[in-house]
């Protein structure tokens, strides 16, 4: 009904930068909130950083003045750039949304992942 498609990721020296990207399709009317979260091995699924349709934010104290979220609401894409990246970031990245589709539904949709790395 929904899809999230992740692009970006990889790695990265610590230090470096990154952009992540998702875009959603699907029987789509809003997309309330869209997000990321990521996760290590071990531990639980973490939110990053969200960002509501009136453009609100929300980050974890970690990546703040770091991460930068960043939606466009017509294109139904959350972006996110991710600057001076230290290795505790390394982890799989989740594309989230919080969607109301054209039937009515209110779904909470999720991507695949991607992997980031920071590594010497």
């Known amino acids: 009904q929904v899809q999230l498609v992740e692009s970006g990721g990889g790695l990265v020296q610590p230090g470096g930068s990154l952009r992540l990207s998702c875009t959603a399709s699907g029987s789509i009317n809003r997309i309330n909130r869209m997000g990321w979260y990521r996760q290590t091995p071990g531990k639980e699924r973490e939110l990053v950083t969200f960002?509501?349709?009136?453009?609100?934010?929300k980050y974890v104290d970690s990546v703040k003045g770091r991460f930068t979220v960043s939606r466009v609401n017509a294109k139904n894409t959350v972006s996110l750039q991710m600057n001076s990246l230290k290795p505790e970031d390394t982890a799989v990245y989740l594309c989230?949304?919080?969607?109301?589709?054209?039937?009515?539904?209110?779904?909470?949709?999720w991507g695949q992942g991607t992997q980031v790395t920071v590594s010497s």
């Open positions: 989230n949304a919080i969607i109301l589709t054209i039937s009515g539904q209110l779904v909470e949709s």
């Open positions: 960002i509501s349709v009136g453009g609100s934010t």
